[in-house]
């Protein structure tokens, strides 16, 4: 039985209390991002020339997630079953591989998705019913562009902006911050840091395997590549899932640009309008 770390997808609800990277268009091609909660979300994602389905785009999630009732509905049948570690805890999940998953125009083949209720995810919007992870992302460089609500593959990497090279934590981008080096991850709305503390306020969590309580700072400055960030908010998790010190949401940045191919990453490029 394999084992995954499915850090991505995490939202916070507040309860205070006293590659191989390489497009099978080189052409440029775009999707319209609908921002649910700060997340990035798209429709017309098709499974194998099914569809269009409403997916979440996660870069922090390793893996493909499809709602387990749709996949019933398209007669897919689980041919595996994974562990799936999370930052709340550990359960089973069945999965199966696809032949293909094409979103604007662009193919990734041989794709592998778990099946999950999506609990989490269903508590930010019923209509998403899968999530894209790096599973389908690492095969490809695009631009996660919040100011003008497109997700676009196939560009040259833009100019201005800070740029970093990035490290993989289970196939997930990384990259170093005053606070140690952090996940880059669509699916979460917060800052997340892997440490303790005795007390402060406390809010709940979601993700895929449940709620968990955590402890939250009302707000974070962040130095990274040299430029301060203010983060509205930051949950205190006790434990790392793995070597890394938390997850950085990407929404708090106008734009990114992700080049898998090379493994850089450039925050906050100059785009044309």
């Given at each position: 039985m ?9 939202m ?21 991002l ?17 569809g ?33 570690v ?9 999965g ?46 695009y ?7 497109r ?8 100019q ?8 993989r ?31 402060g ?18 707000s ?27 997850l ?25 309008r």
């Open positions: 394999t084992t995954f770390n499915l850090v991505g997808f995490l916070i609800c507040a309860t205070v209390c006293p590659c191989n990277a390489r497009n099978t268009d080189p052409s440029h091609q775009s999707a319209r609908l921002l649910v909660g700060g997340r990035p979300v798209v429709d017309g994602v098709f499974l194998g020339g099914l269009p389905f409403r997916f979440l785009i996660d870069t922090g999630a390793e893996s493909n997630q499809l709602d387990s009732s749709l996949a019933r509905k398209l007669g897919l049948t689980p041919t595996f079953q994974v562990e799936m999370t930052t709340t805890g550990l359960t089973h999940v069945p199966a591989h696809l032949p293909a998953v094409t979103l604007a125009s662009v193919t990734a083949l041989h794709q592998e998705f778990l099946f999950s209720n999506l609990e989490g995810i269903h508590q930010l919007s019923s209509e998403i019913q899968g999530v894209l992870g790096q599973q389908f992302l690492s095969r490809f460089d631009l996660l562009d919040f100011a003008n609500r997700l676009a593959f196939g560009l040259s990497s833009p201005g902006g800070s740029r970093l090279d990035f490290a934590v289970h196939t997930v981008p990384a990259i170093e911050t005053s606070e140690g080096r952090l996940l880059l991850d669509s699916g979460s709305d917060s800052v997340v840091l892997f440490r303790s503390i005795d007390t306020p406390t809010a709940q969590i979601f993700t895929n395997a449940g709620a968990s309580s955590v402890t939250v700072l009302p974070l400055r962040l130095k990274i590549a040299g430029k301060d960030y203010r983060a509205s908010s930051a949950a205190l998790l006790p434990q790392s899932p793995g070597r890394e010190g938390g950085l949401p990407t929404s708090l940045f106008r734009a990114l640009y992700i080049c898998n191919s090379e493994n850089y990453v450039i925050l906050n490029p100059n785009l044309a």
